[in-house]
């Protein structure tokens, strides 16, 4: 079975500040992995994917995340956040074979004071 | 990108009773639809996977007789708790896969008294 790890549960920073927030899995197969987004008061957003080729995927609004196999991590990271992304991050990953059964991780809970 | 829906966005039943939560595709058609339950600060779990024509596939500790499913068109799902008790509190959210992407609808809360 497949588990999803997020190891911070709160993160507060200030804007302009780097973010790095760190996921891993377990599963031993091939694997598709996301990092979805949820404002408050809205609906779960795809922010990037990685399913093959380069580890190191770019998303929507400065998001990257890097694919580390041998580390089983799926790292999501921004240069400079903004107090508009405070919000809720979730990491997640499906075996491919069933695309829509994912595995979410706990979410991290992002504040970013202005 | 494709658009999910649910209705309603949220709900207050009376313990005992049944409720039934719609999700839609608006512009694409769906033969798969999923859905999860999310509990406070925690993360979604998925519940079932709905398929169009026949039966749902329920996730191992899902009662199927506690939450139908029925997926009677391309563009509709609907789950209804029957016999909701104040444990069946939650926030449910579907979703569906157009192409490669998952894209989630906004969700229901449902409240049991």
């Known amino acids: 079975a497949q588990s999803v790890s997020q190891h911070n549960h709160h993160v507060i920073l200030s804007e302009a500040a780097s973010l790095e927030l760190g996921c891993n899995y377990s599963y031993g197969g091939t694997v598709n992995l996301f990092w979805y987004v949820q404002y408050p008061g809205q609906h779960l957003q795809l922010l990037l994917k990685y399913f093959s080729g380069d580890p190191l995927v770019k998303g929507i609004k400065g998001f990257e995340a890097e694919f580390i196999k041998s580390k089983f991590s799926f790292n999501l990271r921004k240069p400079s956040v903004q107090w508009s992304d405070t919000a809720e991050y979730f990491c997640a990953v499906n075996d491919g074979a069933n695309a829509g059964k994912s595995t979410f991780g706990d979410g991290t809970t992002l504040t970013v004071k202005p | 990108g494709a658009v999910v829906s649910q209705h309603p966005s949220w709900v207050i039943c009376k313990s005992g009773t049944s409720v039934k939560i719609e999700c839609r595709s608006l512009?694409?058609?769906?033969?798969?639809m999923f859905w999860y339950r999310q509990f406070p600060k925690q993360s979604l779990m998925l519940m079932a996977t709905?398929?169009?024509?026949?039966?749902?596939?329920?996730e191992q500790g899902v009662e199927k007789d506690k939450f139908l499913i029925n997926h009677a068109s391309l563009t509709l799902s609907t789950l209804t708790v029957t016999s909701a008790h104040p444990e069946d509190s939650s926030f449910y959210i579907c979703?569906?896969?157009?192409?490669?992407?998952?894209?989630f609808g906004p969700g229901t809360r449902l409240t049991v008294l």
């Open positions: 979703s569906a896969m157009p192409r490669d992407e998952q894209f």
């Open positions: 709905s398929n169009e024509g026949s039966k749902a596939t329920y």
């Open positions: 512009d694409f058609q769906a033969t798969t």
